[in-house]
């Protein structure tokens, strides 16, 4: 009966932290696979806090909208989940990649390896003159 | 398939949602955990700590909810939140539930089994092999829509030389033919056809083998004959070694040398054939000179398969430039063209006749639908402006427009599908009862149309419940969301009056559209009871037969012999009150020879007879008596008119009419065929006209005065005491007892007769009665609602006007006149769509003219009446209003 709340809440940080980056849409899947790879089986707090360093804290992450993320990666196949306990000893639920994940982020990983060189060619000085 | 495996995922998301909101619950919960805990460390104190975490979330509700959205189907969550909230308001008010599901199931099911028999009647492929490469090629006359057929030579060069067609097969269906085996006989339908037939038509016989072509080039040599799966079972006991066996056809011996598979019937839909013989044998069963040549043989009609890639017009076109006509003995006369059609569908001598009765039923129940559609809008309307209260809550609370729109929508959907089930059901409880006015033609022989359910009828009756659905439920439901808040919410009445005129419209529309259905169920009624009773005839208590002596090759004197011996046995039977017999020709009473085979004139003028409407008939001396035809002049034959006596004829009212306006018609003369006869009698017209022709010349003459006993085609009415369907077998066996081999066909009752021949209007009839009954009905209702609504919607108006000093009796009358009118109103429009309607029926009009004026009054009464009734009911509710209570409940 009630309309649904709009998506606003997604981008209202960037307001408080203006030096930081939203994460651009589709990126973050790409991260949360990678960050899947390279740390194993990790809960979702884990891994917003992972990315967050990763990203050398320079992007700002809003982490409520890693769960509908997760979600879907699982729906699609690439990671699987767990429920188990933290390091301190705090049950949680654990993702890791499965077989079909770490081919999907391989390709993905390409293709942006492939987007950004051409990006940077374009939007290079030198990149005109070649 | 990564894709579709998450569809299919967040589908199973629409379920158990308990259990996973409460995981969703626990993950989130220990997310924050973590952070706090992690916070802490970082010396923030417990408030804070929890503060940060839940802002770095962006908010747990707004979380749950985008997870949600993606765990499930957003737009089908809502659709079904739509259908869940529909049915529980559909089951509180499970009055109207029940009325509208009810009428509409029966608006629909009408409609589908209409569509079945179109299905049946025009789309059904033939059960062979790629149905739709077969066509069908046929000689018509394009002045006269019937089908004149191909001579031999034709079809050879057709078949030669046209390069449409893969393979090209002549077929004759016979009706009646004589098929004696080793432990019964019977008449019944069978085809002649070329050797190629069934290759053709891919169909394999279950048992022995089709025809091979060396048994189709010498007339009269291969007797051979596959016979039909159902004859195999009825006739030949199923023997599963009959390959080889003899079975007699018109009285030749013919070696069985195959049985069709079951649902092989042939090519022609509705009349399945129960015995193939090679074309080669028409001659010999008496269907052409028997002189061992191919010379006047008539092939019906032609059937072939188009090579791949060729289009039926195309293959028409060829077929028009390449053909040359060469003059035969029997089609000589008439210049034909050559038509070629999609082989699937009733025969096109049949097709005009159909089209008209399918467009004619088609047209009543989708009127009946409309009606349906109209009667349930107004009720949606009505129930809208009860539920504006409830919608206007639900608007100030933020709903949009179109989420009302659509949740009202949805529950006219699901009506509508509810429906579409049942009406589905229905169809097929009202097909059983169509199918029997399919089941035989007027001679007795079976008909065979597959009826069954098929994807076609399927998605028919789901499309017009959808399409019934967005018709009667989009316009209440955009009406019902059209609101002014804050007069709603105030409590104002004035909103009453809102969308009068469109209910008001309807109700009218309702009204005008039953009068119409009914003027013409009541027309066809009359027509009906003017067919069953006859018009100066009478056909109670009269049993029909066919004797064909022609078949077993009787000659002239066997026929007389047999005639004499037949005549005398049967009117010694107990309980025969008279007997008739007639020269054969189709049909005893309607369907005579034509008299265009007949040169008729008066001596001194010239030739007279009409090139066609004459009907001659050679009749015996009981003849008038039996069938009751009132002798206006002069005598009926008697036994002396025989061949040695004078010439003698005997003519109908409309004939001397027409030929001697201002005489007496008896002892004029006539030349018939270069002989001279004198008119003896002038008798009534017997057949029932429809109002579209006048009643037809009819010309008599006296059967031993004829050459009749050639034809050996004898046609026998006799008149009993008792119920003479039962007597049919006995009769059956007297004829037995005098000549136990003379082929006997289509025994019946007269009424029988009357009713396969007039099939078209007592279907009609039928379907007429059903619908306009409930179209009077819906008009009730319809009427019943809006008058209900409205004086529940003018309780406080009601109670003002008697406060005021109004009487009940003026409250009354106040909204029984406001009945009458709308009434009045619908029946005066319905009856000129009535007249317009009369178009369309008039072919089945018998007995009435099409705007009888009685049938439109009576029926006009009979609807104001019933308004009358509906609107009383509320009235009396009206009456009754305290003024106290009604003024208090603001």
């Not at chain 2, 191919?294 to 188009?306: E, K, S």
């Not at chain 2, 060729?310 to 050559?338: G, H, I, K």
Request: overall charge positive.
């Amino acid at each position: 009966m009630t309309d649904k709340p709009s998506e606003k809440s997604n981008y209202k940080s960037s307001d408080r932290t203006s030096d930081k980056t939203d994460v651009q849409q589709g990126t973050l899947a790409l991260m949360i696979l990678k960050t899947l790879d390279s740390m194993g089986a990790l809960h979702g707090y884990g891994i917003a806090r992972r990315i967050e360093q990763t990203s050398g804290n320079l992007l700002s992450l809003n982490y409520g909208t890693l769960y509908p993320a997760l979600l879907k990666l699982e729906q699609e196949g690439y990671i699987a989940s767990e429920w188990g306990f933290s390091d301190n000893n705090r049950k949680a639920k654990f993702y890791k990649l499965t077989r079909a994940g770490r081919k999907q982020l391989e390709r993905e990983a390409q293709d942006w390896v492939q987007t950004t060189a051409i990006l940077a060619r374009f939007l290079s000085p030198e990149g005109e003159r070649t | 398939m990564r894709a579709l495996r998450a569809w299919f995922l967040r589908f199973g998301g629409l379920f158990a949602r308990k259990r996973r909101d409460s995981e969703l619950d626990e993950e989130l919960d220990s997310h924050l955990h973590l952070h706090i805990e992690d916070n802490l460390q970082r010396g923030m104190t417990p408030a804070e700590a929890r503060r940060q975490a839940l802002i770095k979330l962006g908010g747990v509700e707004q979380t749950k909810e985008r997870y949600r959205d993606r765990r499930g189907i957003p737009f089908l969550e809502t659709l079904l939140q739509d259908i869940r909230f529909a049915l529980r308001m559909l089951r509180k008010s499970p009055g109207f539930t029940a009325v509208a599901v009810l009428t509409l199931a029966l608006g629909i099911g009408a409609n589908t089994a209409i569509f079945t028999l179109v299905d049946a009647l025009y789309f059904k492929p033939l059960p062979v092999n790629y149905p739709q490469q077969l066509m069908r090629v046929y000689a018509r006359v394009p002045s006269r829509s019937y089908n004149e057929g191909f001579s031999d030579p034709e079809f050879k060069f057709l078949r030669d030389h046209a390069s449409s067609f893969g393979a090209l097969s002549a077929e004759t269906q016979v009706a009646q033919l004589h098929v004696v085996t080793t432990s019964d006989s019977a008449e019944l339908r069978g085809a002649f056809v070329s050797a190629n037939y069934f290759s053709l038509l891919g169909v394999e016989p279950r048992l022995g083998r089709a025809f091979l072509p060396s048994e189709d080039v010498a007339p009269g040599r291969d007797a051979v004959a596959v016979v039909s799966n159902q004859f195999w079972k009825t006739h030949l006991a199923s023997n599963p070694t009959v390959v080889g066996a003899e079975i007699h056809i018109n009285r030749i011996p013919f070696k069985i040398i195959g049985v069709a598979p079951p649902n092989f019937y042939g090519d022609i839909a509705g009349m399945p054939a129960q015995v193939w013989v090679p074309t080669s044998m028409l001659g010999a069963c008496g269907y052409a000179c028997s002189d061992g040549t191919y010379r006047c043989i008539v092939y019906d009609g032609l059937v072939g398969r188009l090579v791949p890639g060729r289009s039926p017009a195309a293959a028409q076109a060829e077929l028009r430039s390449l053909m040359v006509w060469s003059a035969t003995d029997w089609l000589n006369r008439t210049p034909r063209q050559v038509v070629a059609m999609p082989a699937n569908g009733v025969d096109p001598d049949q097709r005009a006749e159909s089209d008209a009765q399918m467009q004619l039923l088609a047209s009543v129940t989708a009127s009946l639908l409309l009606i349906v559609c109209a009667n349930l809008a107004g009720l949606l309307l009505s129930r809208g402006l009860a539920r504006r209260k409830e919608i206007a809550v639900r608007l100030s609370l933020g709903a949009s427009r179109s989420r009302i729109v659509r949740q009202l929508f949805t529950e006219s959907l699901i009506l509508a599908v509810i429906a579409g089930i049942l009406g589905l059901w229905f169809s097929i409880w009202a097909r059983d009862v169509l199918s029997g006015f399919y089941a035989t033609d007027s001679e007795g022989f079976h008909h065979l149309y597959d009826l069954s359910l098929d994807w076609r009828v399927l998605a028919y009756s789901i499309s017009i419940a959808l399409l019934a659905g967005i018709f009667f439920g989009l316009l209440p439901a955009i009406r019902t969301s059209r609101q002014d808040l804050v007069t709603e919410l105030k409590g104002g009445s004035c909103a009453e009056h809102s969308g009068n005129w469109l209910r008001h419209g309807l109700v009218i529309a309702q009204v005008a559209l039953s009068m119409t259905l009914l003027v013409s169920a009541g027309l066809l009624i009359r027509s009906g009871l003017a067919i069953e009773r006859g018009t100066n005839f009478d056909p109670g208590h009269m049993a029909l037969l066919r004797l064909r002596p022609e078949l077993i090759k009787y000659t002239p004197p066997q026929v007389e012999s047999l005639i004499h011996r037949v005549m005398q046995a049967v009117q010694m039977m107990p309980g025969v009150q008279s007997a008739a017999f007639m020269e054969g020709g189709e049909g005893l009473v309607w369907n005579w020879q034509n008299g265009h085979e007949l040169t008729v004139s008066v001596p001194g003028e010239n030739q007279i007879t009409p090139a066609s409407g004459l009907r001659v008939q050679d009749v015996n001396a009981t003849f008038f008596a039996t069938l009751r035809i009132p002798i206006l002049q002069g005598r009926a034959f008697t036994e002396q008119d025989n061949a040695a006596a004078p010439r003698v004829a005997i003519v109908n009212d409309a004939f001397a009419q027409g030929i001697w306006p201002h005489a007496s018609a008896v002892g004029q003369m006539l030349l018939i065929a270069r002989r001279s006869y004198q008119v003896v009698g002038v008798v009534a017209n017997i057949q029932p006209s429809s109002t579209l022709q006048a009643a037809s010349p009819h010309l008599y003459l006296s059967y031993w005065q004829s050459n009749a006993t050639q034809n050996g085609d004898i046609r026998m009415a006799i008149r009993v005491a008792g119920d003479p369907s039962r007597e049919l077998s006995r009769i059956r066996h007297i004829v037995q007892s005098v000549d136990p081999i003379v082929p006997i066909g289509e025994e019946m009752t007269m009424s029988e007769q009357l009713g396969l021949e007039y099939m078209p209007v007592l279907l009609g009839r039928s379907v007429m009665i059903f619908c306009g009954f409930l179209a009077l009905v819906l008009s009730a209702i319809g009427v019943y609602s809006i008058f209900a609504f409205a004086v529940r919607a003018r309780t406080r108006e009601i109670g003002v006007r008697m406060a005021l000093g109004a009487e009940p009796a003026d409250v009354l009358r106040m909204i029984v006149l406001r009945g009458v009118e709308v009434s009045c109103l619908g029946v005066v429009i319905g009856a000129f769509g009535a007249v317009g309607a009369a178009r369309f029926t008039r072919s089945l009009i018998f007995g009435v003219t099409a705007n009888d004026s009685w049938t439109l009054l009576a029926v006009g009464l009979l609807l104001i009446l019933v308004a009358l009734l509906a609107c009383y009911i509320p009235a009396r509710r009206a009456m009754k209003v305290d003024p106290m209570v009604a003024l208090r409940h603001e």
